[in-house]
């Protein structure tokens, strides 16, 4: 059993930046042979891709509206991945999902990724 858990979302203005943060435990092992993934959803939509990291970090994947303001990263040592987000819009508000795949970072399709956190809010106000 795998545990996928999200923290520091928030309440930001818009302009502002978060860093979210999903740590990994359980009978996982090393996060070292995963790609990790971050998705969200707001109210009454689907849930989309954001962002996703290769196993060695050396790849990564990003939807159109967060590039150049999104930065995904991790540290395989302490299981966790990373969601920097700077110049934050109201539309970026959602609930903001980690999750992990074996499928490589291109692969945006969330029915290939198979562990999921709880989510953590991010509500952006103009």
Not at 85 to 90: A, D, I, R
């Given at each position: 059993q795998v545990q996928l858990v999200e923290a520091g979302g928030g309440l930001v203005q818009a302009g502002d930046s978060l860093r979210l943060s999903c740590t990994a435990s359980g009978t996982f092992g090393s996060m070292y042979r995963y790609t990790m993934g971050w998705f969200r959803q707001a109210p009454g939509k689907e849930r989309d891709f954001v962002a996703a990291i290769s196993w060695d970090g050396g790849r990564t994947s990003y939807m159109d509206s967060v590039k150049g303001r999104f930065t995904?990263?991790?540290?395989?040592?302490?299981?966790?991945?990373?969601?920097?987000?700077?110049?934050?819009?109201?539309?970026?508000?959602?609930?903001?999902y980690c999750a992990t795949t074996a499928a490589p970072p291109d692969v945006q399709s969330d029915s290939r990724y198979v562990y999921w956190g709880q989510g953590t809010q991010v509500t952006v106000s103009s």
């Open positions: 995904i990263s991790k540290n395989n040592a302490k299981n966790a991945v990373y969601l920097q987000m700077n110049s934050l819009k109201p539309e970026d508000t959602a609930v903001y």
